[in-house]
């Protein structure tokens, strides 16, 4: 069965730093890009940032470019988001996902980790 | 930046059929952008409905179906349930790599 775990959420005043985690299990992780996307409170999902299956290739939405940083561990079948300099538009619940290569579709999702930006 | 647009909310009846689309805010949606649909309920993670303009993922009922018309892409529900009261979000991928989410439809069963 696939899963998807993110854990690292909570509360950050703004200007700080967070890491959040996706562990997974069920499937061979070397082999997919994986994806990061968030809701805000009262908005719509966004896409934030994918990641290739070897790491040589990561792509951001303009929001957090220079802000954020994807990496992944295959060894650990782990995702991670580096999150700095974050600002209250960051408030979201963040979602980790896998996405398939060829299809480009997100086909199975994590539960989620609440991140709040506030002071 | 490349913005996708939905209706912000469509209204329909039990049993009834609704077709929600994902348009761009220049230009047509094609099959080479991978048109994608999820459902988001509150309190759940997103649940992958249509992938590849029209392909129902695993376990999706056959009342969701996938399409273009015209310069959009779309998702029809036919024979509308209770439990399709949600909001629903296409993406679109972009060929400089990123993909981008439309603004949602809320969907209300009444």
């Known amino acids: 069965e696939v899963q998807l775990v993110e854990s690292g959420g909570g509360l950050v005043q703004p200007g700080g730093s967070l890491r959040l985690s996706c562990t997974t299990s069920?499937?061979?992780?070397?082999?997919?890009?994986m994806t990061w996307v968030r809701r805000a409170p009262g908005k719509g999902l966004e896409w934030v940032a994918h990641?290739?299956?070897?790491?040589?290739?990561?792509y951001y939405v303009d929001s957090v470019k220079g802000r954020f940083t994807l990496s992944r561990d295959n060894a650990k079948n782990s995702l991670y988001l580096q999150m700095n300099s974050l600002r209250a538009e960051d408030t979201a619940v963040y979602y980790c996902a896998r996405r398939d290569t060829t299809l480009k579709v997100f086909d199975y999702w994590g539960q989620g980790t609440l991140v709040t930006v506030s002071s | 930046q490349t913005v996708v647009t939905q209706e912000p909310s469509f209204s329909v009846s039990p049993g009834g059929t609704v077709t929600l689309t994902c348009g761009l805010s220049s230009g047509s949606v094609s099959t080479s952008y991978y048109p994608s649909w999820y459902q988001l309920t509150p309190g759940q993670a997103p649940r992958t409905l249509i992938y590849s303009t029209n392909t129902r993922s695993s376990g999706v009922p056959d009342r969701f179906s996938g399409s273009i018309l015209g310069n959009k892409a779309a998702l029809t529900i036919t024979g509308a349930q209770a439990d399709d009261e949600s909001d629903y979000y296409c993406v679109l991928y972009m060929s400089t790599g990123v993909s981008v989410f439309g603004g949602g439809t809320k969907v209300t069963v009444l």
């Open positions: 069920g499937f061979t992780f070397s082999t997919y890009w």
């Open positions: 990641i290739n299956q070897d790491g040589s290739e990561k």
